[in-house]
């Protein structure tokens, strides 16, 4: 099982930026596949954003041209930068390891965009 630790939520007013981090235990982190996922409240987890072990990278529809992911290897850290954040962005936000069949996820990190 990978450990992974986000950190870099918070309180943000809308149109505001945070970004997450995510740093995960594993040595061979560079072959994870790596994911951002949300959950707000009564609602069912859904795919924020998510990165290969290549670079490649995907989207929510909702987030797309707002949200970033991106990966460090040599410090085994995803992120996440989120510009324009809207109210309906708050949820808490998980990150999640993928690598064969082992899957990992975070203990959750909340974001709440309110003025």
């Known amino acids: 099982q990978v450990q992974l630790v986000e950190s870099g939520g918070g309180l943000v007013q809308p149109g505001g930026s945070l970004r997450l981090s995510c740093a995960a235990s594993?040595?061979?982190?560079?072959?994870?596949?790596m994911g951002w996922y949300r959950q707000a409240l009564g609602k069912q987890r859904e795919l924020v954003a998510a990165?290969?072990?290549?670079?490649?990278?995907n989207y929510a529809d909702s987030v797309k041209g707002r949200f970033t992911i991106s990966r460090d290897n040599a410090k085994k850290t995803v992120y996440l930068q989120m510009n324009s954040l809207k109210p309906e962005d708050t949820a808490v936000y998980y990150c999640?390891?993928?690598?064969?069949?082992?899957?990992?996820w975070g203990q959750g990190t909340q974001v709440t965009v309110s003025s």
């Open positions: 999640n390891s993928r690598y064969g069949t082992l899957s990992s």
């Open positions: 990165i290969t072990s290549g670079g490649e990278t």
């Open positions: 594993t040595s061979i982190f560079s072959l994870h596949a």
